[in-house]
């Protein structure tokens, strides 16, 4: 593949991939608010304690292997069929595990509703093994057009049967009904739209082989899935269900922008990546370039959030959901160093063996685990700083580390990130002036102020200032418009 023809796919698997997640975004805020109004808090936390354990089992069901797959050269159709076979596997015995536990938790958690829902839940775990290796075929071929449909056809079904449950009064199980319902129609898309099907006929020799770095991704992967939702663990069992459900909605509602943009970014580029990682050049500027869009479209979102975040809970959730505010406030600071540390990150996965990617999870691990023995007693503002920190710190270990395999420095790096900080410093300033002066108006007209000032006044500050990184986006879109 020519460097053009590299270019035009990254181009064009961005652009579909940012459109669906878009789209996907603003389809389950509305999903997410209708069904928080007709949900209590509690259900969100008893969903948060068993997304504890359905996101570590999907890691386990992976393994690493899809990743592995992706960055290899070129994979046998033996090598995907081991693959297959090996998670299907993996989801049987797991969600044998977790369904024989579950009573355990309930009774832990003293909340017998989730001995009820959870071999309905984790049936998410053999439908996912299912289309992995379609999923993972599709993006070896840059199809992001074909996957951001599907994810999107996925979340509107689940959209519809979450709403239709909630207001049948199904409560807790609309959530329920909602996560296996996205993954089984994505499912079905894939399987439709995919030539390969797996055979009776396999050998687990290929898994053999790739176990060695795919374990490591695993072992990182698994540790950092750990650490991601534990502390909604011991939230769930120190505070309270409608505490936990507080936190979790804050982090919902900081995930949607951050998460979506965050995937359609990094679905595309580490399989860019991985095919110039001998160009030392082009690929250490391609890396500054990562680095650089991401944040001129991530820090405005993020602060902004964070500035309008009253008004916008006050109007669209209600007094219900009002304690949820200060927790998003403060999660909202983890957007700005979380993206950076995952693009840090993929370059590790596509330079190194991936010793090093365990060593540092490790280390980083100890650092997290020291944060939350430290703020988890104190109160749960104390444990969303902790959050913040310990992002900020993710970021900075990981970019370290990624100097080993790159040309890019420090000082370029912060060059090309100071300008975007600083308007979207000015930006979040504006605002906050203009929430106070229109104290007396009506919410409605307030927040309409607040975004309409905060976007026109970062958008004039990058053309005046002709930031590079707005540069950058006007020739994606022109391009996905041109598409």
Same mark, same amino acid.
């Given at each position: 593949?020519?460097?053009?023809?590299?270019?035009?796919?990254?181009?064009?698997?961005?652009?579909?991939?940012?459109?669906?997640?878009?789209?996907?975004?603003?389809?389950?805020?509305? =999903?997410?608010?209708?069904?928080?109004?007709?949900?209590?808090?509690?259900?969100?936390?008893?969903?948060?304690?068993?997304?504890?354990?359905?996101?570590?089992? !999907?890691?386990?069901?992976?393994?690493?292997?899809?990743?592995?797959?992706?960055?290899?050269?070129?994979?046998?159709?033996?090598?995907?069929?081991?693959?297959?076979? %090996?998670?299907?596997?993996?989801?049987?015995?797991?969600?044998?595990?977790?369904?024989?536990?579950?009573?355990?938790?309930?009774?832990?958690?003293?909340?017998?509703?989730?001995?009820?829902?959870?071999?309905?839940?984790?049936?998410?775990?053999?439908?996912?093994?299912?289309?992995?290796?379609?999923?993972?075929?599709?993006?070896?071929?840059?199809?992001?057009?074909?996957?951001?449909?599907?994810?999107?056809?996925?979340?509107? =079904?689940?959209?519809?049967?979450?709403?239709?449950?909630?207001?049948?009064?199904?409560?807790?199980?609309?959530?329920?009904?909602?996560?296996?319902?996205?993954?089984?129609?994505?499912?079905?898309?894939?399987?439709?739209?995919?030539?390969?099907?797996?055979?009776?006929?396999?050998?687990?020799?290929? =898994?053999?082989?790739?176990?060695?770095?795919? %374990?490591?991704?695993?072992?990182?992967?698994?540790?950092?899935?750990?650490?991601?939702?534990?502390?909604?663990?011991?939230?769930?069992?120190?505070?309270?269900?409608?505490?936990?459900?507080f936190f979790n909605q804050a982090q919902k509602f900081k995930d949607l922008p951050l998460t979506s943009a965050m995937q359609s970014v990094q679905s595309v580029t580490y399989p860019a990546l991985s095919k110039i990682g001998d160009q030392c050049e082009k690929f250490a500027e391609s890396y500054r370039q990562v680095l650089?869009?991401?944040?001129?479209?991530?820090?405005?979102?993020?602060?902004?959030?964070?500035?309008?975040?009253?008004?916008?809970?006050? !109007?669209?959730?209600?007094?219900?959901?009002?304690?949820?505010?200060?927790?998003?406030?403060?999660?909202?600071?983890?957007? !700005? %160093?979380?993206?950076?540390?995952?693009?840090?990150?993929?370059?590790?996965?596509?330079?190194?063996?991936?010793?090093?990617?365990?060593?540092?999870?490790?280390?980083?691990?100890?650092?997290?685990?020291?944060?939350?023995?430290?703020?988890?007693?104190?109160?749960?503002?104390?444990?969303?700083?902790?959050?913040?920190?310990?992002?900020?710190?993710? %970021?900075?270990?990981?970019?370290?580390?990624?100097?080993?395999?790159?040309?890019?420095?420090?000082?370029?790096?912060?060059?090309?990130?100071?300008?975007?900080?600083?308007?979207?410093?000015?930006?979040?300033?504006?605002?906050?002036?203009?929430?106070?002066?229109?104290?007396?108006?009506?919410?409605? =007209?307030?927040?309409?102020?607040?975004?309409?000032?905060?976007?026109?006044?970062?958008?004039?500050?990058?053309?005046?200032?002709?930031?590079?990184?707005?540069?950058?986006?006007?020739?994606?879109?022109?391009?996905?418009?041109?598409?």
């Amino acid at each position: 593949m020519s460097e053009k023809q590299l270019k035009e796919k990254v181009a064009g698997g961005v652009a579909w991939s940012i459109a669906e997640k878009v789209g996907s975004m603003l389809l389950q805020m509305v =999903v997410s608010i209708v069904v928080a109004r007709l949900l209590v808090p509690e259900d969100f936390g008893v969903m948060a304690i068993l997304t504890f354990f359905t996101s570590l089992s !999907l890691v386990m069901v992976d393994s690493g292997f899809s990743q592995t797959l992706i960055r290899k050269v070129a994979p046998t159709k033996e090598d995907y069929q081991s693959v297959f076979a %090996f998670n299907v596997v993996a989801a049987v015995v797991l969600y044998a595990v977790l369904v024989a536990v579950a009573p355990v938790v309930a009774n832990y958690y003293e909340l017998p509703v989730i001995a009820d829902i959870a071999p309905v839940l984790f049936l998410l775990l053999p439908i996912n093994a299912l289309c992995v290796i379609q999923n993972t075929i599709f993006t070896r071929e840059f199809r992001f057009r074909l996957l951001s449909q599907a994810n999107f056809v996925a979340s509107f =079904v689940a959209g519809v049967v979450a709403i239709a449950m909630a207001l049948a009064g199904c409560g807790v199980w609309s959530l329920v009904g909602q996560r296996v319902s996205t993954l089984a129609t994505k499912t079905l898309i894939l399987w439709i739209c995919s030539d390969w099907r797996p055979s009776m006929r396999f050998t687990f020799k290929p =898994v053999r082989e790739m176990a060695p770095f795919s %374990f490591r991704l695993l072992s990182t992967d698994l540790i950092a899935s750990i650490y991601n939702n534990i502390s909604q663990m011991f939230i769930g069992k120190i505070y309270s269900a409608d505490t936990l459900g507080f936190f979790n909605q804050a982090q919902k509602f900081k995930d949607l922008p951050l998460t979506s943009a965050m995937q359609s970014v990094q679905s595309v580029t580490y399989p860019a990546l991985s095919k110039i990682g001998d160009q030392c050049e082009k690929f250490a500027e391609s890396y500054r370039q990562v680095l650089m869009v991401v944040a001129f479209m991530l820090f405005p979102v993020m602060m902004g959030i964070a500035a309008v975040a009253e008004d916008l809970f006050a !109007l669209l959730l209600g007094e219900k959901w009002m304690p949820t505010v200060p927790y998003l406030q403060i999660l909202c600071l983890t957007g !700005l %160093f979380q993206p950076l540390a995952m693009i840090a990150y993929n370059i590790l996965k596509v330079k190194s063996n991936g010793a090093i990617i365990l060593r540092l999870e490790i280390a980083k691990k100890a650092l997290m685990t020291l944060l939350l023995a430290i703020t988890i007693p104190h109160s749960v503002k104390a444990v969303a700083w902790g959050l913040v920190a310990m992002t900020l710190c993710e %970021f900075i270990i990981n970019f370290a580390a990624s100097m080993r395999y790159t040309s890019l420095g420090v000082g370029r790096m912060m060059r090309s990130l100071l300008p975007t900080t600083l308007i979207t410093v000015v930006m979040v300033v504006v605002v906050v002036a203009v929430g106070y002066a229109m104290s007396d108006f009506g919410v409605v =007209v307030r927040l309409m102020a607040e975004i309409g000032v905060g976007v026109v006044i970062y958008l004039l500050l990058a053309i005046v200032f002709r930031l590079e990184a707005f540069g950058e986006i006007r020739t994606l879109v022109g391009k996905m418009i041109s598409k």
